[in-house]
């Protein structure tokens, strides 16, 4: 009898969580960082896992001023910060050390509401897929990450 790919992933150990494909034809996700909700796009072409500077108080961050300068889709030598030992959790799934760039991320949100798409708080990038030992299924749009024991 064949598996189906969620049941043999949730055997292994892995998390599932409801990805939203939105009208930029992007994933977008609901994660907590520091126990407070936010959301999230998906990008695994992102180094990093970052939010915007106004999510500073929204997530209890601590934040250090960073000599990295970001680039992204649209956008180069931004000025960042960095915020280090950040709890995240995606449906079951969690991470206590996860670093945060934290950037101007009106350009994105400004994309994305020009495509009357909802406002995201950040990006969640490869450094927590990574972690996560991520599989996407997007077909059926959802991420699994394996717990961490």
Request: aromatic letters at 8%.
């Amino acid at each position: 009898m064949e598996k189906s790919l969620q049941e043999f992933l949730i055997k292994k150990g892995y998390s599932k969580i409801k990805l939203k494909f939105t009208k930029t034809n992007h994933f977008e996700m609901k994660a907590k960082i520091n126990g407070i909700k936010g959301r999230f796009i998906l990008d695994t072409g992102a180094s990093s896992s970052c939010v915007g500077f106004e999510a500073i108080e929204a997530f209890n961050l601590k934040v250090k001023d960073s000599e990295i300068m970001a680039a992204g889709a649209g956008a180069s030598n931004m000025e960042t910060k960095l915020s280090k030992k950040n709890r995240i959790k995606i449906g079951t799934w969690q991470h206590d050390k996860i670093v945060l760039i934290l950037f101007n991320l009106t350009h994105v949100n400004t994309a994305l509401i020009n495509h009357n798409s909802t406002p995201v708080d950040g990006i969640i990038g490869a450094d927590v897929l990574k972690k996560g030992k991520a599989i996407i299924d997007y077909e059926k749009k959802y991420l699994y990450l394996k717990a961490i024991y």
